[in-house]
């Protein structure tokens, strides 16, 4: 009997797993460097929500626009980017402001995406609207 409920449990578990699985897309113009990071953090956001990222899924469309960019005033030159991450699926989307400081313009975007936080609360907010909708 014991056996029985083990099994059951287990089965449960697995289906509740494999219907909170998500894929991430990017559009084609990221670079590695980016995609990469970004994969990462929203990985760590989605986990710990429950959900895995995996090749199956609900379709989670990520999305990052440049709003400005300027120098920044000094003896050395860094240039400033404000970004915002988008984050979409179905009727859910959340968007996280981001800024970079950097000496290029590659490496302050580099900068912006690593300040995308997955325990921030507006990352926590869309993990729990997103677990409601799927």
């Given at each position: 009997?014991?056996?029985?409920i083990t099994v059951a449990l287990l089965s449960l578990f697995a289906l509740t797993?494999?219907?909170q699985n998500v894929q991430l897309k990017f559009p084609e113009s990221l670079s590695?460097?980016?995609r990469t990071i970004l994969t990462q953090r929203f990985s760590q956001m989605l986990s710990s929500g429950g959900m895995t990222v995996g090749e199956e899924g609900s379709v989670?469309?990520?999305?990052?626009?440049?709003v400005s960019r300027e120098n920044a005033p000094g003896a050395v030159a860094q240039i400033v980017l404000q970004l915002e991450i988008t984050a979409?699926?179905?009727?859910?989307?959340?968007?996280?402001?981001l800024k970079g400081v950097g000496s290029d313009e590659n490496d302050a975007r580099l900068r912006a995406v690593k300040m995308?936080?997955?325990r921030s609360k507006s990352?926590?907010?869309?993990?729990?609207?997103?677990?409601?909708?799927?």
């Amino acid at each position: 009997m014991k056996r029985l409920i083990t099994v059951a449990l287990l089965s449960l578990f697995a289906l509740t797993l494999s219907a909170q699985n998500v894929q991430l897309k990017f559009p084609e113009s990221l670079s590695d460097d980016v995609r990469t990071i970004l994969t990462q953090r929203f990985s760590q956001m989605l986990s710990s929500g429950g959900m895995t990222v995996g090749e199956e899924g609900s379709v989670v469309e990520i999305s990052l626009a440049e709003v400005s960019r300027e120098n920044a005033p000094g003896a050395v030159a860094q240039i400033v980017l404000q970004l915002e991450i988008t984050a979409s699926c179905g009727g859910v989307k959340e968007v996280f402001p981001l800024k970079g400081v950097g000496s290029d313009e590659n490496d302050a975007r580099l900068r912006a995406v690593k300040m995308l936080l997955p325990r921030s609360k507006s990352a926590q907010a869309f993990v729990e609207c997103l677990k409601q909708s799927l």
